[in-house]
C-alpha cells in the first residue's frame, strides 16, 4: 500500500510533513536525515509502546547515523505530569542535548503531548518529530501543535503551541492497538466527520462496517480524511482563536466526565458522551433538530461509541466545567452542531448547562 | 520628565509598545485598558518590590476597572525553579483565570522571566505585561521574549520564546534599587554599549559619571538607547538563530561562573567578568587588539564592575561550560567582540579554553 503524504504549511518557516502508510518506522531514517542535521537523537516513549517499536525505530536512526538515546516513561494519562517533564528536562541535560539536538515522540497522545512540550520548553524550543503509534494520536494530537501535560486543577492546563518538524504515522503500529484505544480514534473521527459534514461525514456512514472492521485500506483512506479536515482547520487558525474551536465539540462535558471520573473514562469515550450531550442542550439554545440527535446516536452506536453508563454526581460535573479552560471571562462556552458541516460556539446559561447535567445525572440513577 | 516610547514591531499580529518614564505605574490602568479586555489581572510580584510598589499597581488597575489579584513570590534567583512555576500555575486555576486572563510581572528579572513562562504555558500561553523595576530588567529580560527557570542542571534551560502585549519601565522605582542591582543593569548596558559601538559607546564613555551618580536624564537616555539597540536586534532576528546572538557576549563564562559561585556572584558582574575573559580569549583565537581588551577593561572599572576576586576550581568552571545550552553539537561558541561595534561567534578549542580557564583560576590564587 502507497504512503499518503500531506504537507501542513503555516507560513514560510513553518511547515511540516505527515506521512501515512505502512513501514514508516523501519524506513524513517533517510527522510528524517533530510530534514534534521542533529547529531543526538532522543527518543522518548512509554513502557507499553517502547517494548514494541522503540528497537525498529532506534535502528532505522542509527542507520541514519544519528546518535541515539532513548527515555521511556511509565504508559498511561498519569505519566503526563510536570514531575515527568521534570525528570525528562534533567535527562536531556546531563546527555547534553544541545539546542540542535532532536526528540522523537513514539507513542500515543500522551507520549506525544509530553514530549513536544518538553520539546517546546527544553532551551527554549528545539526540533521534535511525532511518531503516533495509536489511531487516536494518529488523527488528533500529532496535528496542530497542541502540546499539554496536567497540572492538579486540570487536564492540559499547562502547555504551548509548538509544531512538529515531522510527522510519520505508521500503520502497522495499529495492529497492537487495544480495543479502548480504537474507541478513542473512532470517537476523534467521527467528531471530525461531524464537524466537516458533507463529503467526509457521508464516506464514513457509508464505510462504518469496514472501519470497525479494522480493515487497511478503510483505516488509511480515513486518517488522511480526518488529517486533511485537521490541517486544513489548523492553518486557517493556528492559534485556536475561532475557527479552531470546532475541534473543542464535546470537549466541555468531556473534561468535566473525565475529571470527575478520575480519568477512568477514555478521552474518547468522554468526547462522545460529550457530543451525545451537545446536542441535546443544542436543542434547547439554538433550536436544532432531535433528527440530528438521533442521527449522531446511530452514528456512535455504530462505530462502537455506546452511551457512558455510569452515573456522576452533577454537582462535581457543573463545578469541573466551571474550571475548565473553555471558559473565558467567566462564562460557559459550548461548541454546538446543529447538523453534519453545520457548527456555532454559544455562551451557555449556567442555570440551563445545570439543568441539563442533572438530567443526565437523573437518566443514569 | 516626557515618557519615552518605543515599539517593537515583529510582525503584523505581535508588536508591543515600551514606555520609559515617572510615573508609569500608577497611571497604567488607562493605557492597559486599551490593550486589554481581560476581566481579571494577576500581579505577579516579589517579596521585595511587593511591599515597595504592589498597592500603586493595583489601584491603577482596580481604577481602571480589572478583577485584580496578586501572587508574591520570594525574592531571588532561588524562585526561579519549577517548584514555584507549579505553585503559579495552580494558583491562576484557583482563581478561574481564563484564556483571556492577564498576568502582569511587576519586579527585576527573576519575577519577569517566570511570569513569561507562566504567562507562555498556562492554557497555552494568555496576555502578559512587563513592568521592570530594576535596570537590568528595564534595560534587558523586558525585551525579546525569553522567558526561563532554571532546572538542577542549569540556569535558564526550561523556557520559551514568549512576548509581553506592553512594557512600562517606571523610573521611580529605580529610587529603591540596591547596589548589586545598579551593577547589574551597568554590565548589560556597557555590554550592549560594547556590541552596538559607534554613537552608543561613545555616549557611554561620555556620560559614565552622570551615569554612576544616577542621573535621572542620563538613566532615562542610557535606558532608550538599551532597548533601541536590544529590540532592533531582537526585531532582526527573533529566534536568536544568528544576529542575536551577539546579546550572548560574556555569557558562556559567565554562565559557569554563576553556577559554579552557586549564584552568589551577581548576573551582571558575571557578565563582565565573562566580557573581561572573552576579550582576553579573543587576542589568541581571533587576533584581536590588546587595545580593546584595556578600553574594556577600564570602562568596566569607571562604570563600578571590578574584576571578580574570589576563585573558583578551573575543572567546575571547564564542565559546567560544556553543559551549557551555547554548546550545539557539542561544540563550544563564543561571542567575541573585536572592538566597539565588532563582534563575531567563533567556536573554541575546548582545549584552548581551559588553558585560558586554568590561567584565569591561577590569577586569582
Known sequence: MATSRLKVVLDQERSYDIRVGCKLLENLGTHLRELSSAKKAVIITDSNVGSLYLETTKKALVEAEFEVYDLTIPAGEESKNIEVATELWDALAMLNIGRDGLLLALGGGVVGDITGFIAATYMRGIDFVQLPTSLLAMVDSSVGGKTAINISAGKNLVGSFYQPIYVAADLDTLVTLPDAEWDNGFAEIAKS????????????????????????????????????????????????????????????????????????ISHGKAVAEGMRFAARLAVEVIGSSNDFVKAQDDLFDAIGLSPVAESFSSDELFECMFGDKKVRGGNLRFVFACGPGEWKVEIVDPDLAKIYIILWEQARM
Open 193 to 264: 466527520a461531524i464537524i466537516d459534514g458533507g463529503e467526509f461525514y457521508e464516506w464514513v456512514l457509508n464505510n462504518v462496517s469496514s472501519l470497525v472492521a479494522h480493515d487497511d485500506d478503510a483505516l488509511k483512506q480515513v486518517i488522511v480524511r480526518a488529517l486533511t479536515f485537521k490541517a486544513r482547520v489548523v492553518i486557517a487558525d493556528e492559534k485556536e482563536s475561532g475557527l479552531r474551536e470546532c475541534l473543542n465539540y464535546g470537549h466541555t462535558f468531556a473534561h468535566a466526565l473525565e475529571q470527575v471520573s478520575g480519568y477512568s
